[in-house]
């Protein structure tokens, strides 16, 4: 962005200090100051040895005999600011028009990212959304940006909650195949079993017994176990669907049963994995490290979550060779990576550079979220509740919506608000549900999106304009207040793509989008458009085709559909 204004700042400090100098240029948080500003002044000052100021004055004069540079000014101890002419800056807009094409995927190896990871016999809790369309949001703009990705939904279909859940099934169940129980019938079979054993403990005997047996091949307990793991896959497609949300792997932890003995074989060599209580196995680090023993078997040889990561580390890393690894959890599994990542350092293994993308608790003030208890409060009830929602809001706005199809926008705008309301958030907070800001028209949520959307779509149609954001030379000499933060607004697009990526923060591009929203708002208030006179109209409706794409495509990255009429 930029790039003349770029090569002149270099050449000046070429020319000046006798240095070479990567000059950056970057948005302004406000129009008022400029379309483009730079800090190098404040920032080379020192190696300079000149006053920051006395350095931006250098820099303002060079630029101010630069073709498309219509006014300079320095600001406070050393900023320069730069306004371009109406043809300079309608140019920059190419950058944007690039950002909205997908990059051919390259031949470099994968970015795995892994995320959601559902249990086996359980139904997505409303907590699951969070990891689930963080993880298809920073997929999809990864994989709009050129790289390779694979999205791995790493699944809990392994551990002694299936022997718990052989015996109540045979304890208790209705005679019916699993094939033909429902996943909620399944899950009242789990509940069912831990409520039991609290009054009777030997039923924890007898499911770790069970599991052991599963784990040894027991052909009854492997075709029980089979079924459930297919029962609980369909239930989960419905699902994942209505999120506009979807896998290349779906390998649970089961796939490493075979994989976890020759592990745990290479750390005892090593002297990585020591005997611990009672005959267990742990890794100890350095007490540098304030890591507690990491602990990879149990005393009666059973393995654990632990060792199936390892050994999916490892699998990972021999067939991929990625490039990234991504795991999005919720914060309390932060010490079970740094753990994870520890041992795997201590075994002398080569990683590539690995992220647990942590995010805060979905946090629902009325209600429990314990599977163990039987309350969990279901994401597909949540969906319904939100589209049941949606469908109120819009015959409460009869008025103003307008519709063919009320319930399909009702599931675009419900779901859809869910899904932003997540993604419009910093991952790194706890996320406070609350359907009234989720559902609003006005604010940083789906809707506003929507309606904006359909807005611009709205204008287009009258406008019998097809579509096409090409900006050609015939343009008018100045650009008003309004069409400046307009196009400053869509100039901020690839930036947010790209700082999303880097960050895995996908609220970057949310927020960027919703600014756009204001400013285009503010500008089909302020200017005339389609009744302009014929120059400003053409740039008018190429600026409202362009921010309709823009709204289009960064929607659908953060997996938004957006109604064409609303």
């Known amino acids: 962005m930029f790039a003349r204004l770029s090569l002149a700042a270099n050449t ?18 406000s129009s008022e100051h400029g379309d483009a500003t730079t800090t190098i002044a404040l920032s080379a000052a020192k190696t300079i040895g000149k006053p920051p100021r006395e350095i931006a004055e250098t820099l303002a004069a060079d630029l101010r005999g630069v073709e498309g540079v219509m006014k300079v000014e320095v600001a406070g101890a050393g900023y320069v600011n730069v306004w371009l002419t109406s043809v300079a800056l309608v140019d920059e807009l190419d950058e944007t028009t690039k950002a909205l094409n997908k990059k051919p995927a390259s031949k470099d190896p994968p970015v795995i990212v892994e995320y959601s990871q559902p249990n086996i016999a359980k139904p997505l809790g409303a907590h699951h959304i969070v990891g689930t369309v963080l993880g298809q949001a920073l997929s999809n703009v990864y994989e709009h940006m050129g790289f390779p990705v694979l999205r791995w939904n790493y699944i809990g279909d392994w551990g002694t909650q299936f022997g718990k859940l052989a ?33 009777d403990p030997s039923l924890d005997s007898e499911g770790r017994e069970a599991f052991r047996k599963l784990e040894q091949g027991d052909k009854e307990l492997r075709a029980f176990w089979q079924d459930v793991v297919s029962v609980t896959k369909s239930s989960l497609a419905d699902i994942y669907e209505r999120l506009h949300v979807k896998f290349d ?15 745990l074989n290479e750390g005892k060599k090593k002297g990585v994995f020591v005997e611990g209580e009672e005959g267990s196995l742990i890794a100890q680090f350095a007490p540098e490290t304030n890591l507690p023993p990491y602990l990879v078997q149990k005393k009666d040889g059973a393995t654990l979550y632990s060792t199936r990561d390892l050994a999916q580390m490892r699998y990972r890393i021999d067939t991929y060779n990625p490039q990234e690894i991504l795991i999005l959890t919720d914060i309390a599994q932060k010490l079970h990576f740094e753990q994870l990542v520890a041992t795997c350092q201590l075994l002398g293994w080569t990683l590539p550079p690995f ?96 309606y904006t959307h359909a807005r611009a779509c709205s204008v287009l149609r009258k406008g019998e304009h097809k579509g096409d954001f090409t900006f050609g030379k015939n343009l008018p000499e100045s650009l008003s207040s309004a069409e400046r933060s307009l196009i400053q607004a869509l100039l901020a697009f690839p930036n947010a793509l790209e700082e999303s990526r880097k960050t895995a923060m996908p609220h970057i591009l949310a927020n960027a989008l919703f600014a756009l929203c204001q400013a285009f708002n503010h500008f089909y208030h302020t200017e005339a458009i389609l009744k302009a006179e014929a120059k400003l109209k053409e740039l008018r409706l190429a600026l409202t085709a362009l921010t309709a794409q823009v709204l289009r495509t960064g929607s659908s990255l953060l997996t938004l559909v957006l109604p064409d009429q609303m």
């Open 249 to 263: 792997l779906d390998l649970g932890e089961s796939f490493y049963e075979d994989k976890m003995e020759s592990i």
């Open 355 to 450: 992220e647990n993308v942590l995010f805060g608790r979905m946090r629902f003030a009325d209600r429990s979220m314990s599977t163990r208890k039987g309350n969990i409060l279901k994401l597909e009830h949540v969906l319904d509740e939100a589209v049941s929602r949606a469908r109120e809001v819009i015959r409460t706005h009869r008025d103003t919506i307008d519709t063919r199809d009320e319930d399909a926008l009702a599931e675009m705008m419900g779901v859809g608000s869910l899904v932003y309301g997540v993604l419009s958030q910093n991952r790194k907070q706890d996320l406070v549900f609350d359907w009234d800001k989720m559902l609003s028209f006005e604010g940083n949520s789906a809707p506003y999106l929507m």
């Open 167 to 199: 015996v109540a099934f045979e304890k208790w169940g209705s005679g019916k195949p699993v094939l033909q129980y429902t996943l909620d019938e399944l899950l009242d079979l789990y509940v069912k079993f831990n409520a039991e054993a609290e009054n």
């Open 12 to 29: 000046t400090f070429a020319r000046a200090y006798g240095r070479e100098e990567s000059v950056s240029w970057r948005l302004p948080d």
